[in-house]
């Protein structure tokens, strides 16, 4: 994660990361008085637990084999923060984002003297910058990731030609609710008025989360349609859960051309599925596997993705308020597995004192000597956990040479 100095971006990081008070009257003043930006293109809506940022990826590199301008926002970041807001592919530049951060700031100023519209958040400021970015440069579509839940995230402000939930699992309990049906119900609070929506197949969306969505779908005569199963694609992106989330783009490729006009040409999608690329998934770097599952299904499902027949030795890092412990637990049920533990540098990291009642791993206190230690060339090499670690493993992988 590299740091960049910028006022901007340490402006916008100096707001409160989580709403004293729920709801979307905030950003929508703030919309309201930039104009509606949201309303001036055509978007999508993506709402999971994980995968919407490789379901995006996806989407967008088919997008752009037609020719069509894609606006991305997405989060968190895992190298700058420019990269939350793109247009294919092409990170926002410091020069605009500070031209809009110049629009926005005295709005704000003028919201923090009034008690119903004081404190609004960096994320809700970081999607108003995003759609008017997208509206200033008149993007054929734009492809949107809620950044936490879905009917109250910031980013619930438009009338998308499709909505998609990814999968459901536990995470952010403390703010989504603490059973799937809770969670669902949240992210099932971005389906639209007779708007299509695609809903992740039923490994990763278990029923008791899916008849919730079922339900609110139907309330709003909302069609629901699913991935085609069983559907295998060439992929740079590695992983079976990435097969998965480009089956689902897939699917919602095919809704967007009808309502777009485009004719469906596997030769295209078939390239735009192959040339996406979403860092720290998965992600062959140096002789390393990295893949950032920071939450307990994204953990199972990269559980599933060893058999056993080669030793892998495991390096895992996450946040204090994540269940690591069971995220921990989970690895170690992998066969021919070692695991490591270790910490980095960022708020509220797990510390060798939050696991010396775990048994059968080793602590680690710097990780580096993990990416430049020998290695074993039939062996495997995973790091993982949050993507906050990913980020900095990533960034150090990038400019060491660790062959080894």
């Known amino acids: 994660m590299r740091k960049v100095s910028n006022a901007s971006i340490d ?18 003043y703030l919309l309201e008085q930039l104009g509606n930006p949201q309303n001036k293109f055509k978007t999508v809506h993506v709402a999971g637990t994980n995968g919407k940022g490789s379901t995006v990826t996806f989407l967008s590199n088919i997008l752009q084999q037609y020719g069509l301008q894609v606006g991305t926002f997405t989060s968190p970041y895992i190298e700058i923060f420019n990269e939350r807001i ?26 923090d003297e009034d008690v119903d519209l004081v404190n609004i958040t960096e994320f809700e400021i970081l999607t108003a910058i995003g759609y008017y970015y997208f509206a200033d440069q008149a993007v054929d579509i734009a492809l949107i990731e809620v950044g936490l839940g879905g009917l109250y995230d910031s980013t619930n402000v438009i009338t998308p030609l499709v909505s998609a939930i990814t999968t459901i699992g536990m995470d952010h309990q403390d703010i989504l609710g603490d ?13 639209k008025s007779g708007v299509p929506v695609v809903v992740g197949n039923r490994q990763g ?4 989360a899916y008849k919730v969505i079922e339900t609110v779908a139907h309330e709003k005569d909302a069609p629901i349609f699913h991935p085609e199963i069983g559907l295998t694609f060439d992929l740079n992106l590695h992983g079976q859960y990435q097969q998965d989330n480009s089956a689902l783009a897939l699917k919602l ?6 309502k777009l006009g485009l004719r469906l040409d596997r030769e295209k999608i078939n390239k735009g ?27 199972k499902r990269l559980v599933a993705e060893f058999d056993g027949s ?32 270790t910490t980095f540098d960022y ?31 039939d062996e495997l090499y995973l790091l993982t956990g949050s993507l906050y670690f990913m980020s900095q493993v990533r960034e150090f992988l990038l400019t060491t040479n660790t062959t080894n």
């Open 205 to 208: 969306v278990p029923e008791e």
């Open 179 to 191: 059973t799937l049906a809770k969670i669902a119900s949240e992210k099932a609070g971005i389906i």
């Open 273 to 299: 599925l192959k040339q996406a690329f979403w860092p720290a998934r998965m992600e062959d770097l140096n002789g390393f596997i990295l893949d950032g599952a920071h939450n307990l299904p994204a953990i």
């Open 347 to 377: 708020p509220k990291t797990i510390v060798a004192a939050d696991v010396t009642d775990i048994s059968d791993v080793t602590w680690l206190e710097d990780w580096r000597e993990f990416v430049t230690a020998p290695k074993q060339a």
């Open 310 to 341: 080669k030793k892998v030795h495991i390096l895992f890092s996450a946040l204090q308020r994540k269940d690591f412990h069971e995220m921990i637990t989970l690895l170690q049920t992998i066969p021919n597995v070692a695991l490591t533990l």
């Open 11 to 28: 402006w916008i990081h100096s707001r409160l990361k989580f709403g004293i008070k729920p709801g979307l009257s905030r950003i929508v």
């Open 86 to 111: 793109a247009i294919n592919g092409r990170y926002i530049s410091d020069e605009d984002l500070n031209r809009i951060v110049g629009v926005i700031k005295p709005i704000v100023f003028k919201m």
């Open 253 to 258: 490729f095919e809704i967007l051309a009808e």
